[in-house]
């Protein structure tokens, strides 16, 4: 299911990425990894449908792996000194490729593997929706609870966090 590719892809480099940096790496629904609030690394997945079927899927993955490398608007993260590109390949082909393998809605397994890292939970939102975020859902939506307790889930888009 094309809806969960992005999480599912996200967790599998957050284990393999892990090793290689300083700090545990949350998960920003729907595609960035994040280390001590600065992002490592992006997904980007894109399909070419026909007759409404995926033809086609294309998996992108950034990893920051030097700060010069990255524009300094935001705040980053990267991977140690001296992890080389051959290094990240070597880690994170296989994950990926198991991920992108794997079939249907997120189990309550990679539900609760995806809790364990999410860097939004509990955090309030300026977009898509006002509110405070409230995890995921098994087809890959975020759980968004706004001001007078309505839990809207939010399929698509950008998580856009407010300032602290």
């Known amino acids: 299911m094309l809806s969960v590719l992005a999480l599912r892809v996200g967790m599998a480099l ?3 990425l892990e090793p ?31 007759d409404g079927q995926p033809e086609w899927v294309a998996i992108g993955i950034g990893v920051n792996r030097l700060a ?3 524009p300094i608007d935001r ?5 140690r000194t001296g992890v080389t590109p051959e290094d990240l390949l070597a880690a994170i082909v296989a994950p990926v490729r198991a991920a992108a393998a794997a079939r249907g809605l997120l189990t309550a397994v990679e539900c609760d593997r ?21 995890g995921i859902t098994a087809a890959g939506g975020v ?6 307790g309505l839990v809207q889930t939010v ?6 966090l407010e300032s602290a």
């Open 14 to 16: 957050a284990d393999a």
């Open 20 to 50: 290689l940096v300083d700090g545990p790496i949350g998960l920003k629904w729907p595609n960035d990894l994040l280390v001590q609030g600065g992002k490592l690394a992006g997904i980007l997945i894109e399909a070419r449908w026909r």
């Open 68 to 70: 010069d490398d990255v």
């Open 75 to 79: 705040p980053i993260a990267t991977v």
């Open 114 to 134: 995806w809790a364990a890292r999410d860097a939004a939970s509990g955090r309030r939102t300026v977009q898509p929706v006002v509110g405070t975020v409230e």
């Open 143 to 148: 759980r968004i609870r706004s001001a007078d």
């Open 155 to 160: 399929q698509s888009g950008s998580l856009e």
